[in-house]
């Protein structure tokens, strides 16, 4: 990994040659650099290969250099010897912060890759203690990739060393895969609800399964997003949106304006909201809004070490979203961790056809719309009430995944353009639960420990209503403190879609 990774520019659209950090390097073809656990991949063959650190033949004629020829078979990262142990990684590490028996994400990365290269030693089990905020990569100043370290020695641990009869493995197992859950939950919504919100299941999956009863359990939505985007029209009538808000606004009505939105599982799921929300502000903007088939980012795989499941679930969103972008769409996310896994964590760790092009064109939704529409001047513009927001004033909390894009500046100076209303940022903490890490009973503790500056920032900024990008950010958010949690995608829709959109719907 790179510097922190910058906003893309319009010249990386236009010209396909995206050069964000985040998204890994860039070839001459406009493909990003893609790994399989080791070093750089070109999508059309050439460079050199890596799969589990030992270099492979492109066919171009090069012969790479085999780093550590004495153990082609295992995931030894050159990029360990460029730590020289300033362990400045470690003093941003949250975890680390709260917990005295975690060794830090120094440890983690290069020094475990150095014990490997030299003997055969196991993943030492704290692996399993890192919360994969990634926090370590934008801190290291020699550009040591630490998070890739992590994942693929946290997946190296799952499979050779942790007990697959056991109901940690398994609990593990659920967690990562809550796309699964998800839709089976979704099947009988009210039913779900009710079982799950029920104390005594909360304390029989406690006992039995190590999911923390001291969190209530993030209600199901009766409808899906995607029954409800399939229900409006689907593309066809985002499309007809989109062209009525070109004409409306003096555009185009044929220009070719079109995103396809990677939604996530908690969006469809959990919180259609925020989906429908994105829905209605591109298409205000004058972009139809595409919704392939897909599945659940990875994020919640990685940090669990199930890197075979990630595989799997990012062929096939690698695969549905990389014919959307060689015929000129975008992605867009409205959830950093999703961005996140997209832009930077596909690259790194899989090979998969496309993936490069997939990196490169994905975008967070609003930073989407700061680059490629004048959205500040807008907002500015807008004739909005704290009427028509509901609240005057945001505790906004950066996720860590926004800051290791280098978005978490972007709400704060956004919602300073609407008059009356005012955005705080409370700080740069961890919120501490990221993603699973803060559901398991073990680590519940700590996650709240990593999350108390947080709270105290939310309860001493001006604000009653808390804001994020991330859903379990906003978990930790609303469990802390009590606040409700909105996202940015809902008070720009609050503050620039008029109605046109429902009228639309309705037409």
Known sequence: M????????DQDVQDDHHACSGCGSTDDAGDTAKTDGGTAVDDAGGGTATDGGAAVDSGDGFEPIQVFPEAEDADLRPGSD????????????????????????????PEQWRLKRSEDHDIDDSISKCSNCMRCDSACPSDVPLSQMHNTARAQYVDEQMDKTSL???????????????????????????VMGNSLVQQVNEKLLGITAEREFPEFATETFRAWYAKRGGEATSVENARRARKRRGDDPDADKR????????????????AKALVHVFESFGYAVLVPEQRCSGTPMFANGMLEDA??????????????VEDGVDVVCSCTSCSMALRQEYPELFSIPGTAKVAANTYDAVEYLRINENLDGELAA?????????????????????????????????????????AEDVGDSCSGISGTYGWKTEKYETS????????????????TTGMTECPTCAMQMEHGTGYEIEHPLQVLEAALVDGATAEDEAA
């Not at 790179?2 to 520019?9: A, G, L, N, S, V």
């Open 311 to 324: 595989r799997r679930a990012a062929k096939v969103n690698v695969g549905n979203f990389s014919e959307l």
């Open 448 to 463: 709240m420990k990593i999350g108390e500056e947080m709270f105290e920032h939310m309860e001493e900024a001006d604000a």
């Open 82 to 109: 460029d730590c020289y142990k300033c362990s400045t990684c470690d003093t941003t590490c949250p975890v680390a912060e709260v917990d005295e028996d975690f060794p830090g994400p120094k440890f983690q990365g």
């Open 259 to 274: 995103v396809a939105y990677f939604h996530g599982d908690y969006a469809n799921h959990n919180t259609p909201e925020v």
């Open 2 to 9: 790179t510097d922190e990774p910058q906003p893309h520019d």
């Open 382 to 422: 807008a004739d909005t009430t704290t009427d028509d927001l509901g609240v005057d004033s945001f505790a906004y909390h950066a996720p860590c995944h926004a800051r290791n894009q280098g978005l978490d500046g972007q709400t704060v100076e956004l919602l300073s353009q609407l008059d009356d209303v005012d």
């Open 168 to 194: 940690k493995y398994w609990r593990n197992r659920l967690l990562a895969n809550y796309g699964t859950m998800a839709r089976l939950g979704s099947t009988f919504p009210r039913l779900t609800n009710a």
